[in-house]
């Protein structure tokens, strides 16, 4: 039986990339750029489609509001860090959409406080998932901290979550997840990008990934 090909060019469901007031700019980057790089639309969704500032400063115009997103138009849904997953409720939309794609089968990353806001939906209950630090998710009351692990980044049950100073492990979760690298070309990624490794330039450039 022949295996089916994965999907390529306008084949692709789009990457659909949460922004809200706060986001934080540096924690999605490199998984953002290589997945367009790679031939993935990169799709973004607030609250609604009004613009929202990132914790650097940078405006952003929602391509739709998150009410518009569904699982099934999508393949992935990445939900970054910003301070106001701990100021409140107004992101908890967010967790909840998180909820609807997994429940679909549709895999979402969460990185830095995002994870938190995951934790108080119950998503890290049941999947190994990692963080800032143990005892930042244990502050929300969940019940999953016998599945935390102490890692650069973790994926489980179709969720990736890392800690805010791990964006290139982020990248690299969800660059094999959708089969942007694997192997040793997803290994040399990584070494060129979070390691400074010259010899993996090499390896990219003559697997055409440079």
Request: hydrophobic letters at 45%.
């Amino acid at each position: 039986m022949n295996a089916t090909p994965a999907p390529t060019g306008h084949d692709r469901k789009p990457v659909h990339l949460a922004v809200y007031d706060t986001l934080a700019d540096w924690e999605t980057g490199h998984a953002t750029a290589h997945l367009a790089r790679a031939g993935h639309e990169i799709r973004t969704a607030g609250p609604s489609t009004a613009p929202v500032t990132s914790i650097g400063g940078l405006r952003i115009q929602p391509d739709l509001a998150l009410d518009d997103v569904r699982p099934e138009d999508s393949s992935l849904l990445i939900l970054p860090g910003a301070d106001l997953w701990d100021a409140g409720d107004d992101l908890a939309p967010f967790a909840r959409k998180a909820r609807a794609f997994l429940e679909a089968g549709v895999p979402v990353a969460a990185i830095c406080g995002a994870t938190a806001g995951l934790a108080r939906e119950g998503l890290l209950d049941d999947r190994a998932h990692t963080s800032a630090v143990s005892f930042y998710l244990a502050a929300t009351g969940y019940a999953g901290g016998e599945r935390y692990v102490e890692a650069d980044a973790v994926t489980d049950g179709g969720l990736v979550t890392a800690g805010p100073t791990e964006p290139v492990a982020f990248a690299r979760e969800i660059l094999s997840l959708l089969g942007v690298f694997e192997g040793e070309v997803l290994d040399a990624w990584y070494r060129l990008f979070h390691d400074s490794d010259p010899t993996a330039y090499a390896v990219l450039e003559k697997a055409g990934a440079a």
